[in-house]
């Protein structure tokens, strides 16, 4: 079942009404893997949800991270099983390489929530019992078909869309909701694998426009290409209109100039705050996990952008 904002907001509520004025003793663990690296800033507000909800809860909670190496992260899920945690959120980042290490946890009784990404086929393809993030594919869409309507994108336009890791699941996810929405109008999508490191993946995207001057339009798929979008464009001396996904400061001073047409809000701090909640209050209150989709209402342009700007420099 997914939550509407609506159901959200209740569920918050109840959540509150659970919690004492003061922090409660640790009596559950839990372990949390993302599966990039500690220097990527987007999980700074997902770390601090999920820091925040174990105070609360009285979670003893341990944040590991897989460097992006899928088998890091099975040897720190079969870890986690064997301490005998209780619950173990993780980032789902591919469709294929967990499957077996997080079945054995949920068979072992262990509460397993995926956030941030999730199994292309969701419940379908993986034994997690609730996933929390945005709808990586609806969210790719939508943004496609805003920028085809606000910018006259027309069949036989070529658009850019690089990503960061290509093979992710929410690059593939992202990725083909863009192509939907470009292939039903008759827009052709390039693609590049761009790579985590800023810096690298700035000169790659501007080399690529340099090279290809008769780009309409470019998508940065995950916070990296969103945060230096608007600096390869400015590099390549081109104009183009720009959009993508996450938040960082860089991402929302380029909305704000309008240097960037809108960026996708997936709510990182909600995808590291209701994991962890929900495993205490399944070890606790024998809750069943529910999915919650972070990415309702997600579409941040100009005239939204303002809302949000003082969330970003306190996760920094």
């Known amino acids: 079942m997914k939550l509407t904002r609506l159901k959200t907001a209740a569920l918050a509520a109840g959540i509150a009404t659970m919690m004492t004025s003061t922090a409660l003793a640790a009596d559950v663990k839990a372990t949390m893997i993302i599966y990039l690296d500690p220097s990527v800033q987007f999980f700074n507000p997902v770390v601090k949800g999920a820091k925040d909800a174990a105070a609360q809860f009285g979670v003893d909670l341990d944040v590991q991270y897989a460097n992006n190496d899928p088998v890091r992260q099975n040897d720190l899920i079969?870890?986690?099983?064997?301490?005998?945690?209780?619950?173990i959120a993780v980032a789902i980042s591919s469709s294929d390489a967990f499957d077996e290490s997080?079945?054995?946890?949920?068979?072992?009784?262990?509460?397993?929530?995926?956030?941030?990404?999730?199994?292309?086929?969701?419940?379908?393809?993986?034994?997690?019992?609730?996933y929390v993030g945005m709808n990586e594919f609806s969210s790719g869409y939508e943004l496609g078909n805003r920028m085809i309507k606000e910018f006259g994108l027309k069949s036989g336009d070529v658009v850019f869309n690089p990503r960061e890791i290509p093979e992710a699941s929410f690059a593939v996810a992202r990725g083909g909701g863009i192509e939907k929405a470009m292939k039903e109008n008759g827009i052709k999508v390039e693609t590049v694998r761009a790579g985590l490191d800023p810096a690298e993946a700035q000169n790659i995207m501007a080399q690529f426009l340099i090279a290809n001057p008769g780009v309409k339009a470019?998508?940065?798929?995950?916070?990296?290409?969103?945060?230096?979008?608007?600096?390869?464009?400015?590099?390549?001396?081109?104009?183009?209109?720009?959009g993508g996904f996450d938040l960082a400061?860089?991402?929302?001073?380029?909305?704000?100039?309008?240097?960037?047409?809108?960026?996708?809000?997936?709510?990182?701090?909600?995808?590291?705050y209701y994991p962890i909640a929900q495993i205490a209050l399944s070890k606790k209150y024998g809750l069943t996990p529910t999915d919650v989709d972070t990415g309702q209402g997600a579409f941040l342009d100009k005239s939204r952008i303002s809302s949000v700007k003082p969330l970003i420099g306190s996760f920094r």
């Open 78 to 87: 079969e870890s986690a099983t064997a301490a005998g945690v209780d619950g």
């Open 102 to 130: 997080i079945c054995a946890a949920v068979k072992a009784g262990i509460v397993v929530i995926g956030f941030n990404n999730d199994d292309l086929e969701g419940a379908k393809g993986n034994c997690r019992q609730a």
């Open 218 to 242: 470019v998508f940065g798929t995950g916070s990296v290409t969103s945060t230096v979008g608007a600096g390869a464009i400015k590099d390549a001396g081109v104009k183009v209109p720009f």
């Open 249 to 272: 400061v860089e991402i929302v001073n380029a909305v704000e100039s309008g240097a960037m047409f809108a960026t996708m809000d997936q709510q990182p701090y909600l995808q590291g």
